[in-house]
T-cell receptor
Framework: GQNIDQPTEMTATEGAIVQINCTYQTSGFNGLFWYQQHAGEAPTFLSYNVLDGLEEKGRFSSFLSRSKGYSYLLLKELQMKDSASYLCAVISNDYKLSFGAGTTVTVRA | IAGITQAPTSQILAAGRRMTLRCTQDMRHNAMYWYRQDLGLGLRLIHYSNTAGTTGKGEVPDGYSVSRANTDDFPLTLASAVPSQTSVYFC????????????FGPGTRLTVL
């Protein structure tokens, strides 16, 4: 089976930095996704990592260590619109995604 | 506009009734998926289809069935709804390959009373 863990909630101040950690134990590994989901909406793609290291895309960066079964999503210069749930998902050898329960980030003024 | 659509947006259903949730994509993606999302549990895969004519079971398939008669459509049927099937249902699609970002539909909020 798949086991993907991430914190339930995080709170940060506008303009700050927040790091959301994700650890995983899965049968096979073909990459790790981060999705953003605003309340009442569908998840939308943020990032994809398949090799170790840091992928940077504007204010968002994602890191992967395959040997440690660990990833993090870094959100910089937080804005109020970044208040959302962030979903860590691992794709296994059969190309199915397994999701963590999600981390709800609240940005306060 | 290319994308993935779901219908209905929301539905209240009496227990024991049959219900089909519709999903259509126009991106010519090979693979399609149905998830349910419940508070504290995240997205869980119900059924999937890697290509038209084939389907497979996900993590929580009991009480649900799917069909994939063509590339674009992937309906999800609840043969006899039960209250535990109250959830938000998301359909998704992707190209299968080394990098297969899944695109999600807007979701269907289903309440079974």
């Amino acid at each position: 089976g798949q086991n993907i863990d991430q914190p339930t909630e995080m709170t940060a101040t506008e303009g700050a930095i927040v790091q959301i950690n994700c650890t995983y134990q899965t049968s096979g590994f073909n990459g790790l996704f981060w999705y953003q989901q605003h309340a009442g909406e569908a998840p939308t793609f943020l990032s994809y990592n398949v090799l170790d290291g840091l992928e940077e895309k504007g204010r968002f960066s994602s890191f992967l260590s395959r040997s440690k079964g660990y990833s993090y999503l870094l959100l910089k210069e937080l804005q109020m619109k970044d208040s959302a749930s962030y979903l860590c998902a691992v794709i296994s050898n059969d190309y199915k995604l397994s999701f963590g329960a999600g981390t709800t980030v609240t940005v306060r003024a | 506009i290319a994308g993935i659509t779901q219908a209905p947006t929301s539905q209240i259903l009496a227990a024991g009734r049959r219900m089909t949730l519709r999903c259509t994509q126009d991106m010519r993606h090979n693979a399609m998926y149905w998830y349910r999302q419940d508070l504290g549990l995240g997205l869980r895969l119900i059924h999937y289809s890697n290509t038209a004519g084939t389907t497979g079971k996900g993590e929580v398939p009991d009480g649900y069935s799917v069909s994939r008669a063509n590339t674009d459509d992937f309906p999800l049927t609840l043969a006899s709804a039960v209250p535990s099937q109250t959830s938000v249902y998301f359909c998704a699609s992707s190209d299968q390959g080394e990098y297969n970002e899944q695109f999600f539909g807007p979701g269907t909020r289903l309440t079974v009373l």
